[in-house]
């Protein structure tokens, strides 16, 4: 028979043959298709840029009396939540002090002004992937003119720690901190990039992580000096029910019945 033929001697089958070499070899693994494809190589290259935006942090301006600045910044309630934000850059005064916050605050306006400048929004929406690239151009000039008045003012704010203060430590350390800035924006872009999320949103998240423990840790002592397990239970209850609430309405979705013309044509014929 044929089936025979196909497996004797010979045949298309039979051992040692092209077709019966590829039918013996077995299908890969779900891990061997995961490290054969690009998404470890570009895992590898999120978590270096993550890295390397937290090295920043720890690089610190000279010339500060350190320990008093940030026991200021922990005595200043908006402050120190700012601090939580850019990961601890402020308080530790890092070449990242700034954070992402500069190209953040520079998205805002340009969406802003976007609502309301003809030119912005033809630019943004029907100029195609010319225009995005122009108008996203905008957003980083601006994002230097936020961090250039950032720098100079958060160095003018830690002028009273400084141990020699003089116009030339003004111009070198604001120029620290808007490169800093800058940094950190491309940093944002060449995560985006990735196709792994927004750069922006994973830089905030990164900075909020690290600064969780010790949040947590200082929350625990705060509640062993006055505070009742009750009060502490409730308070992650409803840190835990908020984190809950954001990923439902993050996740949800609204069936919307779509109505094509052909229906009501055909209702109408029939």
């Known amino acids: 028979c044929a089936a025979a033929r196909a497996a004797g001697p010979g045949g298309r089958d039979a051992p040692g043959s092209r077709r019966a070499n590829k039918l013996a070899v077995p299908e890969p693994s779900g891990a061997e298709l995961f490290f ?45 939540y700012v601090d939580n934000l850019a990961g601890g850059g402020i308080s530790k005064l ?9 190209y953040i605050n520079s998205s805002i306006v340009f969406q802003l002004l976007a609502s309301f400048s003809p030119d912005l929004k033809k630019l943004q929406r029907e100029e195609g992937e010319a225009g995005r690239r122009q108008f996203n ?3 980083r000039y ?3 003119a936020f961090a250039s008045v950032q720098a100079v003012g958060q160095v003018l704010y830690v002028r009273p720690f400084v141990y020699d203060f003089d116009l030339a430590y003004l111009a070198g350390s604001s120029l620290t901190l808007v490169a800093g800035a800058m940094i950190l924006m491309y940093i944002g872009e060449q995560i985006s990039e990735l196709k792994l999320g927004n750069g ?29 397990p009750e009060s502490l239970a409730l308070f ?27 229906r009501y044509q055909a209702r109408a014929q029939g």
């Open 142 to 144: 601006g994002a230097l």
């Open 200 to 228: 922006t949103s994973l830089l905030i998240f990164t900075n909020i992580l690290s600064s969780l423990p010790a949040s947590i840790g200082a929350t625990i002592a705060s509640g062993g000096e006055g505070t009742s």
């Open 236 to 262: 992650f209850t409803a840190f835990l029910g908020v984190t809950l609430g954001i990923v439902a309405v993050q996740e949800a979705e609204r069936r919307v019945p779509i109505n094509y013309a052909s």
């Open 36 to 80: 054969q494809g690009e998404l470890p190589g570009k895992l590898a290259t999120l978590l270096g840029l993550l890295v390397v935006s937290r090295v920043g942090v720890y690089i610190p301006l000279p010339g500060v009396d350190r320990a008093a600045f940030e026991a200021a910044v922990g005595n200043n309630g908006l402050l120190a």
């Open 137 to 139: 151009q905008y957003m």
């Open 94 to 102: 890092g070449v990242f002090s700034l954070g992402i916050i500069p």
